[in-house]
């Protein structure tokens, strides 16, 4: 099946530092991503919908300016936390599906991020 | 709106025995209904699907779930399990076969094996 590679794995960082983490789809080509959260023994909840070449769609109760979400290219999307804190440590975990006929979604491995 | 209900948190079974997990669904469009695993601090793995066809679906490490319209359902089953298959848990929905379309989580279930 297709591959994502999602990239880091696990980051530490400092309160007020900001973090990228990446999203790319290896073997095919994604006009949209998709991006969850998931807070410990919690389902994914679903922050923002990337789209290749336009302003992202965020879900209600998500802060645009603190998640900036970037689609610069059909394999690659980019979500930034900026000035991040504890409250932002968590799991995200990136998701791009196929198109065609029988889409499906295939997820990144995930990248948990601890905000100290 | 799409929602998927999964009932259990966490289900504990024994090695060998028969793995149930359950999934009921509220779609107002024909759904397509998805399990994933996932095993600690990793992403997603599909299981199985069901798109049209067959309502019996068989998937991957010897899991098939079957979609029961007139119960709104689609239960994950393994008939017996295995040490390896202590995992999380995911049923999902997408309203349509669009690429564009986010899938829809249950809160996921725990399951445990024990030996």
């Known amino acids: 099946g297709a591959v994502v590679s999602q990239h880091p794995s696990r980051v530490i960082c400092k309160s007020g530092t900001s973090v990228k983490i990446e999203c790319r789809s290896l073997?095919?080509?994604?006009?949209?991503m998709f991006w969850y959260r998931q807070f410990p023994k919690q389902s994914l909840m679903l922050m923002a919908t990337?789209?290749?070449?336009?302003?992202?769609?965020?879900e209600q109760g998500v802060e645009k300016d603190k998640f900036l979400i970037n689609h610069a290219s059909l394999t690659l999307s980019t979500l930034t936390v900026t000035s991040a804190h504890p409250e932002d440590s968590s799991f995200y975990i990136c998701?791009?599906?196929?198109?065609?006929?029988?889409?499906?979604?295939?997820f990144g491995q995930g990248t948990r991020l601890t905000v100290v | 709106a799409q929602s998927v209900t999964q009932l259990g948190s966490h289900v504990s079974v024994s090695e060998g025995a028969l793995v149930l997990l359950r999934c009921n669904y509220s779609s107002s469009v024909p759904p397509y209904l998805f399990w994933y695993v996932q095993y600690p601090n990793q992403g997603l793995q599909l299981l199985l699907k069901?798109?049209?066809?067959?309502?019996l679906v068989k998937g991957i490490n010897g899991f098939e779930a079957e979609f029961k319209k007139s119960e709104t359902s689609f239960h994950l089953t393994k008939p017996s399990a295995h040490m390896s298959d202590a995992a999380e848990y995911f049923c999902a929905v997408s309203p349509l076969n669009s690429g564009n379309t986010p899938l829809v989580f249950g809160k996921g279930t725990r399951l445990s094996v024990i030996a």
């Open positions: 990337s789209n290749e070449g336009s302003k992202a769609t965020y």
């Open positions: 073997d095919f080509q994604a006009t949209t």
């Open positions: 069901y798109t049209t066809g067959a309502t």
């Open positions: 998701s791009a599906p196929t198109q065609g006929h029988n889409t499906e979604a295939f």
